[in-house]
């Protein structure tokens, strides 16, 4: 399948999850560095949302990100959520690539999706990516990444204008439902384990304050 690629010229293969035109001429109107014609490609694909990488004429790269194809659990994939965190921390100790707009437009690429800068550095896919770091490497990774996460929980949801984001209290609670919910909407098959979570609604701790988690 092919597309035109506008301000190009060219005709190129469609990837997957792009309408090219229509984002292209969103990114332009919206981005006022970036330089047609733009390439498009997929850095990561599969059941978490997409992430993409976009080329322009002048070597500048940037980063979209969709929420996966196909069908999309209610609130897994919420993009404007996603977008709102990201830029709220932008001043804050937590290491996060600068935003450049959301478009909430569906005529556009059929879904929400949102830009942001990119970064260079390694992405660890799986064991053979980690292999090419040395000791050194991996534990400075590890350590780093402990310290962006206690450093995220330390901030006062109120202080970064994400106050609003959700509901504070019973949020123990209210992610089983959640869960359990998403559960029974994706399971195939029966596994007898997953009766035992009723046990994680037996022994909820009792919740004191609220913070920002990572949701992974």
């Known amino acids: 399948m092919t597309t035109y690629r506008p301000f190009g010229g060219r005709v190129t ?5 792009i309408h090219e035109e229509n984002v292209t001429l969103w990114l332009v109107e919206h981005l006022e560095a970036i330089t047609p014609p733009l390439k498009f490609s997929l850095i990561a694909g599969g059941h978490s949302n997409l992430t993409y990488r976009i080329d322009d004429a002048e070597g500048r790269a940037y980063v979209l990100r969709r929420p996966p194809l196909g069908h999309v659990l209610e609130s897994a994939h919420d993009m404007s959520r996603e977008h709102r965190i990201i830029s709220a921390l932008a001043d804050t100790d937590v290491p996060v690539a600068p935003t450049f707009g959301l478009c909430q437009d569906k005529d556009v690429n059929d879904v929400d999706f949102y830009v942001m800068d990119f970064c260079e550095g390694t992405v660890l896919h799986g064991a053979e990516q980690a292999q090419t770091l040395t000791l050194e ?12 996460l206690v450093n995220l929980h330390r901030i006062d949801p109120d202080d970064v204008n994400l106050g609003t984001l959700g509901r504070k209290e019973a949020y123990l609670a209210r992610q089983l439902k959640r869960w359990t919910k998403q559960w029974e909407a ?17 022994d909820m701790p009792q919740q004191i304050g609220a913070s920002i988690a990572n949701g992974d």
Request: glycine letters at 2%; proline letters at 3%; a negative charge.
């Open 13 to 17: 293969a469609m990837v997957e999850g």
């Open 137 to 148: 490497e991996r534990q400075s990774f590890s350590r780093h990444m402990i310290e962006v």
């Open 186 to 202: 994706t399971k195939t098959h029966e596994i007898p384990e997953m009766d035992e979570s009723r046990r994680l609604l037996e």
